[in-house]
């Protein structure tokens, strides 16, 4: 699959083998973290909230192996554009339909890279009334953190997999809209982006 983009890609990072793993054992920590229903100390079921359109595959797989009544939405925070590097002021441009006033969100993120976009939208849920947000992010690359965000409330953050600091390409991630159909994650060779 995706053959004729292969050669594209400098190295394969993570393939389709373990990235289904992690997003099983995400998933599953997820459904633990928020089951036990018959419990009055648990809490209700989340609303998942898929940052697009990069996070669009890992929602998907993410979704069909929590073990738990769920809500989905999706917002659009824009960031990087047609370029390689996070512009670090992201705009949203497509809101939520789901009320998430009182609810427990989990915001699904391809990637945490700068924390600029997901310390907007924190706060953006924060202002409709969630009680608490956490991350589930399928990769994090904490060597380019400029803003440390905190989860809300009881939120918490999963992560799929550290990620060095390459510009990355596959599994929903794309570079000027391309690549996102690649069945695993991989480094965008430079002459590609540059």
Known sequence: MALKLQPHIERVLWDQQQISRRVTELASQISADFGGAANSDSPPPPVLVGVATGAFLFLADLVRNIDLPISVDFVRAESY???????GAPKLSLDLKVDVKGKHVI????????????????AYLESKGASSVSVCA??????????????????KFYKGFECPDDFVVGYGMDFAELYRNLP?????????YK
């Not at 915001?107 to 924190?122: A, Q």
């Not at 990769?139 to 009881?154: N, S, Y």
């Open 107 to 122: 915001l699904v993120e391809d990637i945490v890279d700068t924390g600029s976009t997901l310390s907007c939208l924190i």
């Open 184 to 192: 695993y994650v991989g480094v965008l060779k430079p002459e590609y």
């Open 81 to 87: 554009g047609s370029g390689t590097i996070s512009s």
């Open 138 to 155: 399928f990769l994090d690359k904490p060597t380019r953190r400029k803003v440390h965000f905190q989860p809300l409330g009881q939120g």
